[in-house]
């Protein structure tokens, strides 16, 4: 089955049927996750030869437009895990890309601090996350906002500033079930209604060193502007209040 047909089937078997539900009690289309799990589509861009669909941002595009004008949240929770399936596709490890391919781990990213108060003048406070090394483990301290699928998706591509001297954040996978993470009960952030999108607390998270990513011959790359370019090109429901990027923080 092509991913055209089998997107067309999980349109009409359950993502149109419970949009409406969503969008007016703000709940999770869990159901629709699973669906487009199980129909290849969340791992519709993790390489054939690991189960994958073997396909790339057009096709993505394509798949998270027709979603979104179905369904707005499950549109926005689809985006931003093929966004964040990119950067795991380049630089994570065989297990979780086939965890993706058959769909069965959905990602999502948390690249956007808040920051604590304002500095002289009115300007921002500077960027509050942090990574702290300690032999082979890393604490993460940081409270990301308009994270979304806070609190559903299996694990967050997390960004810091920099733990040694590069000049790029540090990106970090962090398994959703990391002790330390915290997730209001209620969805606090400005995402389409049943986005999840909310606030994500580490103080601290511990994830091992070897759960960074972007890096080449010991060298950093530049992982985030692969987050960047899938983001400018996959299409977004965006409000006033919502950071169409979320990397404002990274700047």
């Given at each position: 089955m092509s991913y055209r047909s089998a997107l067309s089937y999980v349109l009409s078997s359950t993502i149109e049927p419970s949009a409406e539900q969503t969008g007016a009690h703000g709940r999770f289309p869990r159901a629709s996750v699973v669906a487009l799990g199980e129909a290849g589509l969340l791992g519709l861009t993790v390489s054939a030869h690991l189960g994958g669909g073997g396909l790339g941002l057009v096709e993505a595009a394509e798949v998270v437009t027709e979603v979104s004008r179905a369904c707005p949240a499950t549109g926005t929770v689809l985006r931003s895990h093929y966004a964040a399936a990119a950067l795991i596709e380049a630089y994570g490890t065989p297990w979780v890309r086939r965890k993706?391919?058959?769909?069965?781990?959905?990602?999502?990213?948390?690249?956007?601090?808040?920051?604590?108060?304002?500095?002289?003048?009115?300007?921002?406070?500077p960027t509050?996350?942090?990574?702290?090394?300690?032999?082979?483990?890393?604490?993460l301290r940081a409270r990301k906002r308009n994270v979304v699928a806070a609190g559903e998706a299996d694990s967050y591509i997390w960004s810091s500033r920099p733990a040694d001297d590069s000049d790029r954040p540090a990106l970090w996978l962090v398994p959703?079930?990391?002790?330390?993470?915290?997730?209001?009960?209620?969805p606090n952030g400005a995402g389409p209604r049943g986005s999840g999108t909310s606030t994500v607390c580490a103080d601290p998270v511990l994830v091992p060193a070897s759960a960074g990513?972007?890096?080449?011959?010991?060298?950093?790359?530049?992982?985030?502007?692969?987050?960047?370019?899938?983001?400018?090109?996959?299409?977004?429901?965006v409000s006033a209040t919502v950071d169409p990027v979320g990397t404002e923080a990274l700047a």
């Open positions: 993706i391919a058959a769909g069965h781990h959905l990602s999502t990213l948390a690249l956007t601090d808040v920051r604590d108060g304002q500095g002289p003048g009115g300007t921002a406070s509050v996350s942090t990574a702290t090394h300690t032999g082979d483990v890393v604490a959703a079930d990391a002790p330390g993470l915290f997730v209001p009960a209620r990513l972007g890096r080449e011959g010991g060298r950093r790359t530049d992982a985030l502007g692969t987050v960047l370019e899938w983001l400018a090109t996959l299409p977004a429901v």
